[in-house]
């Protein structure tokens, strides 16, 4: 990730300059409020897309000059939207389908993990089959 955004650049979204510049996981710059505007004008309940490669941001890094603005009332306010979405987004699966595909198949689980199949277990709720002395 860079430091700042070029300085011949504009936001995407305003066509101004950067007002509290942040780089996406796309490696593509925003005004901090305008791509936050862009995601609360879509669902809100999963992430964005870059406007302008279509890539799911996941990531939204504010500047080092950004960050140190956060006394700013309004600053603070739009630093803690990013910081919130990034809770939420970051390296989340962005689907309920991708969520699964990472879940372990059971014969991918190591047989020390796996609970015992004999009913003894099973019907008393040992986690361990008891051994016998």
Known sequence: MEAAPPSNDLCSVCHGNFHLPCQ??????????????????????????????????TLLVPTEHSLRQRH?????????????????????????????????????IPSSCRPCPCLYCYDSKFSIHPQPN
């Open 72 to 108: 700013d009332p309004e600053v603070a306010q739009i630093l803690s939207k990013i910081h919130a979405y990034n809770r939420v987004f970051g390296g989340q699966p962005s689907s309920f389908f991708q969520a699964l595909a990472g879940v372990p198949r059971p014969s991918q």
């Open 24 to 57: 996406a996981n796309c490696s593509h710059w925003f005004c901090a409020n305008c791509i936050m505007l862009v995601w609360q004008h879509g669902s809100g309940t999963s992430s964005c897309k870059c406007p302008l490669c279509r890539r799911p941001i």
